[in-house]
């Protein structure tokens, strides 16, 4: 016997697009976007090109696709699917000060936190992404700028577009249940320890972006911890340096 097709509530709209516009987004960027695809490309392009320059172009250019990806793409898929600005997925400054406030708060167990952690083997094998040995202060801060913008998208796409379009449609504590297992999902690729760590982290975000109507506490947070994970990391690697 064929089973029963469940009956189609007009609410489930905004959880189902949200689920599947941001499972096809990840899948595209996790397979079409790999470092080593970008790697291939500028070799092709720039033969001239250290191992080292094409890393570092690869690893912008990973963040990039990001960006376009996780960020316009969940905005184009709120608002061609949904009928939903961005600004009902959280990008508006209603309780700006309040994501200021928790952002600074969180940024006191943040850094410390880090500037421990960041000296651990199996973190400097990872971080700083950018594998170059001698750091320039642009380099700095070209890595540092393409960490805030491919995190935009990427809370854009977890605490905007998901968290909310499940909020939508089946409530507060389902829609933190979906991003939570979600969000600790994908970070598998990045070992266990951050997989883990993603379930308290990602619990604390949606809380912030729920109370606060926007992403912006959840996005601040974010780029505290990536900025200071990197600097920490570049300032014990014992290969490389700042000039």
């Known amino acids: ?72 793409g969940s905005m184009g898929a709120g608002w061609w699917l949904l009928r939903r600005t961005p600004d009902d997925y959280g990008l508006n400054f209603d309780e700006l000060p309040l994501s200021i406030g928790w952002t600074l708060l969180m940024a006191l167990l943040i850094v410390p936190l880090n500037y421990f952690a960041a000296r651990r083997p199996d973190n400097l094998a990872m971080y700083p992404q950018v594998r170059a040995r001698r750091w320039s202060r642009a380099l700095v801060a070209l890595s540092a700028l393409t960490w805030v ?59 912030f972006t729920l109370h606060t109507g926007n992403i912006w506490a959840a996005f601040l947070i974010h780029c505290t911890m990536a900025l200071a994970n990197e600097w920490f990391s570049l300032r014990f690697h014992p290969d490389m340096e700042v000039e």
């Open 1 to 72: 016997m064929f089973p029963d097709i469940p009956a189609w509530q007009a609410h489930d709209q905004f959880g189902v697009v949200a689920i599947g516009a941001v499972t096809v987004l990840f899948l595209i960027w996790h397979f079409g976007g790999q470092i080593r695809h970008f790697q291939f490309a500028f070799r092709q392009i720039w033969p001239a090109l250290t191992d080292e320059q094409v890393q570092m172009r690869a690893v912008v250019a990973q963040r990039l696709a990001g960006l376009l990806l996780f960020g316009f």
């Open 149 to 207: 913008v491919y995190l935009f998208g990427y809370e854009y796409m977890f605490r905007g577009l998901l968290l909310m379009g499940c909020t939508e449609s089946w409530g507060e504590w389902p829609a933190i249940a979906i991003n939570v297992s979600i969000y600790a999902l994908v970070h598998i690729p990045k070992g266990y320890k951050e997989a883990v760590g993603a379930i308290p982290l990602g619990l604390l975000l949606c809380l």
